[in-house]
């Protein structure tokens, strides 16, 4: 059986698909804190990485919903991986000699700005998302089992609440206290929290409609009863 639960046609896609949200997420949106403004509630700042970044918890339900914990497993160290890779690799170009003349200086100066943090960021990044995108797939693989399988619009949102609540309550503050005021900082992670376990909400359409597909396609609907949760393995 799990010979055959490891040649499918859409998971790397979505692993795929994952990754570049997760990339792209922190190291062109997170650095930015935007804010609107709500009738009643005046302006909401919020991280700008926020409007992409559930997308990744999107599809994490999707895989341990589908797959099950092991091939989501496998792809937050993948998402994992590549934040690591991207982080030397910036620090790196911001490092090399800059070629003479004013347009590569004020380049240099571009890079250093948006990038320059991005070593804090995605060490803030991948611990809290480690820690918030595990605790997401045990929850809703322990949910799916506790409720035979129903309910997966309880399962998505719950599990999302409790993943969200471990992230944000480490992300802006390890990669930006001291460097944002910390009043700012406290607000733009509730804020965080409240807007993506928002987002949850509103895609639950979207994640049955993609639940649904993927299992009839890949002839698919794992529980985990009998799988070793460590975080600490790729294997499925």
Not at 53 to 77: M, Q
Not at 139 to 159: D, E, F, H, N, P
Not at 193 to 206: M, Q
Request: proline letters at 3%; aromatic letters at 20%; one cysteine or more.
């Amino acid at each position: 059986m799990d010979t055959l639960r490891r040649h499918h046609r859409y998971y790397d896609l979505i692993l795929t698909a994952f990754v570049v949200v997760l990339l792209c997420s922190n190291f062109i949106g997170a650095g930015k804190a935007a804010v609107v403004n709500l009738p009643y509630f005046g302006e909401l700042p919020f991280g700008g990485g926020i409007l992409f970044f559930p997308i990744s918890y999107f599809f994490g339900d999707i895989l341990t919903e589908v797959y099950g914990y092991a091939y989501d497993r496998r792809a937050v160290w993948a998402g994992f991986a590549a934040l690591l890779f991207a982080a030397i690799m910036a620090q790196i170009v911001i490092a090399l000699p800059v070629a003479p003349g004013e347009y590569m200086a004020n380049y240099q100066h571009g890079l250093e700005t948006v990038f320059g943090n991005s070593w804090r960021i995605a060490l803030a990044s991948m611990f809290s998302f480690w820690c918030g995108s595990f605790t997401n797939s045990f929850v809703l693989a322990k949910m799916k089992i506790w409720t035979q399988g129903r309910y997966l619009w309880m399962r998505t949102i719950g599990s999302t609440a409790v993943g969200e609540l471990v992230d944000s309550s480490f992300f802006y503050m390890l990669a930006f206290y001291g460097i944002w005021p910390t009043h700012e900082v406290i607000a733009v992670a509730l804020a965080q929290y409240a807007l993506k376990t928002g987002w949850e909400v509103l895609a639950t359409p979207l994640t049955y409609w993609v639940v649904n597909f993927l299992k009839r396609k890949e002839n698919e609907d794992y529980y985990d009863i009998h799988t070793n949760f460590t975080p600490f393995r790729v294997k499925v």
